[in-house]
Structures are given as structure tokens and as C-alpha cells.
């Protein structure tokens, strides 16, 4: 049996709102000093990690915001193992933007390997994603994504590494297996993480799920002994050019110019940055069918973004004092076009959107508005400027370079993060 939770905890309750976000924040604060020895054991209801991930991953909560409120509750080395797995996120994402590639190249192989699955491969897919594979741990944690959009990050490793080296199945359709379900689910992390896994990540090393490592980590409910390949060789590849290209410059913003402001799913916390003592004419957000779409995400996950967009364009509408629009979801661009024709604006402003479809979105609304002179501005958070660049090698050098810069204790109490 596992043990009892922490007081106050109730990790199935995924609100997605700000406030919800800050409230779980809160209740963990109080236990993270535990989080170190406790976030390994993979038994549900899960109340033992923090649980914060999807809030962090859509920004209805920031990074240096967990990570200042763990800080200003505990002496850093009781911390610092959350504090390094707030990190993870930051060090994916800027990883990614400086070889933005690496998507484009996953989505290629993501759409061969998906036209070319066919024969028993077709089959073991078909059991591994409704749960039937018939290794006992992969088919729980298979359902148990699918019905709550979340996996413990053990358990995600463990699946990743039984989904390629033991079913032998596509590296690249369990990534987007979890990216369609997934609550927190992002380009970078899930991509890179599973690239990590299969030996791509850090060429050679690879991560295998062990039998003994499940049972344990599990408090016995799996013991998949004899089940698993646990003497497979990492995935190769033809090699691919990990050369960190230089980060788009970050744009300044001209503060005197008719503006409107843009939300995207990607961060919705526009009164936590630098935007928030602007003026706009109005504020516009919403989800948009066609990247829900393109990357076949489950109606859970799509739920949640609508539910958050809408939360943060009431909390946008009441701290700039504008009205706020929902932009149609069957015709993204368009809307958001007309909506900036409506206002009569010179610029658009929204946060940094990070690699992926909603970048790609933002591209494309950039060529539109430029034909009426309105310029898309996108702003990106001080703590992505003075972190991304240093996601140039592994995560251990990233991490020593953040500590050695001092980018987190300066970055933790700054309004414009």
C-alpha cells in the first residue's frame, strides 16, 4: 500500500486556471523539501510529486515563480531536486530554439513511420495504445494516460523504453501518443525526452527499463520480471547536426504605438510579465482547430487549453481594463486578422511563443497582418533570454551554468520573468 498523501493534496483535480495553479503551488510548498526522496515511487494517486507540470507548461503559473516560493520556504539544498526538474522544462524548450530543426525532423519521421506502420507492427500499436499489449505495467499506464492525461515521470520513462526496445515499435508514435494526451504534454519536452530515451538525445545512451527498477519504484504493483528487453542496444540514426544555431533576436517593444495584445496557449500570464503596465486596445485569444488538429490531440487536452485561454483572457480583460474576443476556433487566422483590423492597431503583441504548431501559427498571422502594416511583436520572458542560451550541451552543464550565472536567484523575484 502506499503511503497517505500530503494534507490538502488532491492531484486529480487538473482546474485549468491560474488560480488552481497557484493554490497546488501553495499546498505543495509546504512538503517540497520531501519531493527529493519521495518523487520516484510511481503509486497513485500520485500525492506525492507536485503535480504542477501542466499549470507550468501552459504558464498559467511561471517557473521562477515555483521556484521562488519553494526557495523562499526552504534552504536551496532541500530544494534543489525540484528546483532541477522546473529546470528540465526550460533546458527542452531551449534546447529545441536552438536547433529548431530537430522538430521539422521529427514530424517528417513522425508521418513516414505512421505510412510505413503496417504488418504485426501495425498490431503491437494497436494493442499498446488501448492498453493491451499484455505487459501488465505498460497497459495500466497506457489507460491511465488516456483517462487522465497524466503519467508520473518514472512511469513515462519506463513506458517510453518498453514502448521501443521491447515492443520494438516507432520511437516517434510514442511521442505523439503522449503528445495527444498528455495535459502537459509540449514539442520539446515530449520530443526530446523520448528522443533521450531510445539513445538520440545523447548519442549511445540510452535508457532501459528494468524489471527490479519497476517492481520497487512501484511498491510491487509491477513486476514485469522476464517480460522486458533489458539488454538492448540504444536506436541509430543518420546524424543529425546538434550545432546550436544563434537565438532569434528578442524584439523591443514601442510603447507608443496603437497596440492589441494576443494569447496563446503557450503562455497565458500576461499580467505576470513585462507587458503588464501597457496599454492595448483589447486583448484576443483562442484555441484553433487546425493545431489541434495537425497533431491529433485528444479532446481533454484541447478542453483544458480552452478552459485556460478563457481564464486568462478574463483575468487579461480585468488587469488591462479592455475588452477581451474569442477568437473563432474554425478559422484562427482569419479572426485574429479581422480582430487587429477591428481595433486599428499598429502592432500585435504576444508572448514568445517556443517551437512548435502554435510558432508556426504566429509565422503564418505575421505575414498577414504585415500586409496592413501591423508588425507582430513577440516578447520573450527575461527567463527565457538568460536560460535558453545556455541549453547548448547536456542538462548538467545547463544546470551549472544557471547556478554559476546566478540566473536563478536573480530571475525568482522579477516581474517581467
Not at 526522496?37 to 507540470?53: A, G, I, M, Q, Y
Not at 499580467?271 to 497533431?295: K, Y
Amino acid at each position: 500500500m502506499g503511503r497517505p498523501g500530503w494534507p490538502g493534496f488532491t492531484p486529480q483535480a487538473e482546474t485549468p486556471t491560474r488560480a488552481a495553479g497557484l493554490a497546488r503551488l501553495a499546498t505543495f510548498v509546504a512538503h517540497a523539501a520531501a519531493y527529493s526522496r519521495e518523487r520516484n515511487r510511481v503509486v497513485p494517486p500520485h500525492d506525492r510529486v507536485s503535480r504542477l507540470s501542466p499549470y507550468l507548461r501552459h504558464r498559467l503559473i511561471l517557473e521562477r515563480e515555483a521556484v521562488a516560493a519553494v526557495l523562499d520556504a526552504h534552504p536551496r539544498d532541500a530544494v534543489d531536486k525540484f528546483i532541477s526538474e522546473v529546470l528540465w522544462r526550460t533546458y527542452w524548450k531551449g534546447w529545441l530554439e536552438l536547433r529548431p530543426h530537430i522538430w521539422d525532423a521529427y514530424l517528417d519521421r513522425r508521418r513516414r513511420d505512421r505510412d510505413g506502420l503496417a504488418g504485426t507492427a501495425s498490431v503491437r500499436y494497436g494493442e499498446a495504445i488501448a492498453g493491451r499489449s499484455g505487459i501488465a505495467c505498460l497497459d495500466a499506464w497506457a489507460r491511465e494516460l488516456i483517462e487522465t492525461g497524466y503519467l508520473h515521470n518514472h512511469a513515462r520513462m519506463w513506458f517510453a523504453s518498453i514502448w521501443i526496445f521491447t515492443l520494438r515499435l516507432p520511437w516517434t508514435l510514442g511521442a505523439a501518443f503522449f503528445l495527444r494526451h498528455l495535459l502537459d504534454g509540449d514539442p520539446a519536452s515530449n520530443t526530446l525526452s523520448w528522443r533521450w530515451v531510445a539513445g538520440l538525445h545523447t548519442r549511445g545512451k540510452h535508457y532501459l527499463a528494468r524489471a527490479e527498477n519497476i517492481a520497487r519504484y512501484t511498491d510491487g504493483r509491477f513486476d514485469p520480471k522476464g517480460e522486458l528487453d533489458e539488454q538492448a542496444l540504444p536506436l541509430t540514426e543518420p546524424l543529425l547536426d546538434f550545432t546550436p544555431r544563434a537565438l532569434r533576436a528578442s524584439v523591443e517593444l514601442a510603447t507608443d504605438l496603437p497596440s492589441g495584445l494576443l494569447l496563446t496557449p503557450e503562455d497565458l500570464a500576461p499580467e505576470v510579465s513585462r507587458l503588464s503596465r501597457l496599454g492595448f486596445r483589447g486583448v484576443a485569444g483562442g484555441w484553433d482547430e487546425t493545431v489541434g488538429e495537425g497533431l491529433d490531440l485528444a479532446p481533454p487536452v484541447v478542453d483544458f487549453s480552452r478552459v485556460a485561454i478563457a481564464d486568462a483572457l478574463a483575468r487579461a480583460e480585468a488587469h488591462f481594463a479592455v475588452p477581451s474576443h474569442a477568437l473563432d476556433e474554425g478559422d484562427w487566422l482569419a479572426a485574429a486578422e479581422a480582430w487587429a483590423l477591428s481595433l486599428a492597431v499598429r502592432q500585435v503583441v504576444t508572448l514568445e511563443t517556443p517551437v512548435g504548431r502554435w510558432r508556426e501559427r504566429l509565422e503564418q498571422l505575421d505575414a498577414r497582418l504585415a500586409k496592413h502594416g501591423i508588425a507582430l511583436v513577440r516578447s520573450r520572458r527575461t527567463w527565457d533570454s538568460n536560460l535558453w542560451p545556455g541549453a547548448t550541451r547536456g542538462f548538467f552543464p545547463f544546470h551549472e551554468h544557471a547556478r554559476r550565472q546566478g540566473h536563478l536567484d536573480g530571475l525568482t523575484r522579477i516581474n517581467d520573468a
